[in-house]
């Protein structure tokens, strides 16, 4: 049973024990540090190691928005957040970097604060100590103006894009997805807009000229899948298999234009249950977004994507199809099994990449074999730049976005490729639907995978993906001793976005990255 804030009686779930495993490490940390001066902590995430606090598991998240009208003014807000302690503590750190706070409770009393460095540092007035429920209740700002990510202001209102550490830009949190929890959002705005969120909507009500918008998720969600869409858009809905609640938010000036691609959604999920099982969450759909933002966002139930990939003709039909796919996909691998560190971030894109690229193999007669050949050509010059695919190098300074390298996205797809070789298909596929039923809403690691690998396909494959995840040099291709290394790419090559979607065989790629690099 998952908790809510209306079940704080309840043990944890195992989701939030293996969670909790995580944080055991660093709870020294926080309790030698409660009686010294407010500190930044973290869960020790080897990429981000001041990401996500110790001491406790958060249970859920509810989030007040009160959206002014502008798109460039601060947002009111509260946050309250229900979380289970893991440890003794004296004070408890959120992540917070971009607001004012205003007051803070823990339990119904007020509490002293602090920031330190991107953390909010709360005083209880008494200690709460392990295996209890507490409740924080924080009155904030929240500001879409200043640096990037968080917010992200459109032509019309605001969207969010949170990955790979920018909720705590937004809202005071756990900011580490091996940290999954409940969402309920509310947003009131003005008369005229339209509010979207994650998750089913709860509720509408009207009052003085504006409206507050209620969505409430019906599985756990990593904050950095949040997503919140305020604007004058247009909501338009369909069905999808069994029934499914399909809603796509759109420029309304441009629903006409984006009506052929958003009605190939249903029967993008059919083919994703085909290959994985069926669809994990309450609805779908997509966020379309008159901005230009450089990338596209797997954000829970709905996904976020520029409006210019389906607009702007330097973009071929099967290429933005394709690219839809790959957001869909994340709602089985990222989303719905996340990553328990940052480091295994290739789970998520890795699988993505593939099922992108197998669509397009199936659908537009892209075969996957010239793909995975020429990422393999590439792969060595992506390891030395980014480190192999489940041991990225860590972004650097002032570029947190900078672990979502080539290595991560084809160069992870071209391990999967090279297990379907090393294993067969009917073992591969077997794998990947057991992946996604056995760690459904749960978080879970590459030695996850490995273990499951090798129960499916009955095999020891230690040694095999040692070289494929951990080798700074691309092992041989099983079936394909042909296959080289290409030599190192030219200097004069124009360079790619970090967060844009590196595809060897996509023939706007050369666009797309001349436009990346120009942002």
Known sequence: MLLTPHSRAAAPTRRRRTAAALLTSAVSVCLIAASNPAVPLGVGDRLFPHLGNPGYDVAS???????????????????????????????????????????????????????????????????????????????????????????????????????ADAAHLVFPCNDHPSDKAMFTIRVTAPDGNTVVANGLPAGVVKSDGAATW???????????????????????????????????????????????????????????????????????????ADASIGFQLETQTLSLFERELFTDPV????????????????????NSVSPRTWSDLWLNEGHATWYEALYAEEQADKPMRDRMKAAYGASDRW???????????????????????????????????????EIGRPAFERLERAWVERYRDDTATTADFVRLATEISGRDLDGFFQGWLYGEKTPPMPGHPDWKPQAAAKASQAPVHPRALVRPQAPAQQARSAKAAAR
Not at 79 to 104: M, P, Q, Y
Not at 265 to 288: A, C, D, H, N, S
Not at 317 to 331: D, G, N, P, T
């Open 214 to 288: 209620t969505y409430r998720n019906q599985h756990p969600m990593a904050t950095e899948l949040a997503q919140v869409s305020i604007g004058r858009s247009t909501v338009l809905q369909r069905s999808g298999p069994h029934g499914l609640p399909v809603r796509d938010v759109v420029p309304t000036g441009h629903r006409k234009a984006l009506e052929p691609w958003l009605e190939k959604t249903p029967g993008q999920i059919t083919w994703m249950e085909g290959k994985v099982g069926r669809y994990p969450f309450e609805t779908y759909g997509l966020l379309v």
């Open 383 to 421: 390891r030395a730049a980014g480190g192999p695919p489940a041991a990225p190098k860590a972004p650097g300074a002032g570029s947190k976005t900078g672990i979502f390298r080539p290595n991560v996205y084809d160069g992870a797809a071209l391990v999967l490729y090279a297990l379907r070789q």
């Open 61 to 163: 998240y509810d989030l007040s928005f009160t959206y002014p009208g502008g798109k460039s003014k601060t947002l009111r807000a509260v946050t309250t957040i229900d979380a289970w302690t893991t440890a003794d503590l004296d004070r408890v750190n959120l992540d917070f970097a971009r607001g004012t706070v205003e007051s803070v409770e823990v339990d119904g009393e007020p509490a002293q604060f602090h920031t330190a460095g991107e953390d909010l540092v709360i005083t209880p007035e008494n200690p709460v100590p392990d295996g209890t429920w507490m409740r924080i209740t924080v009155r904030h700002t929240s500001d879409p103006v200043r640096a990037a990510g968080g917010w992200v202001r459109t032509a019309d209102g605001l969207a969010m894009a949170n990955q």
């Open 315 to 334: 973009y071929p039909r099967w290429y933005a199809e394709s690219i839809m796919v790959h957001e869909l996909a994340h709602q089985w691998f990222g």
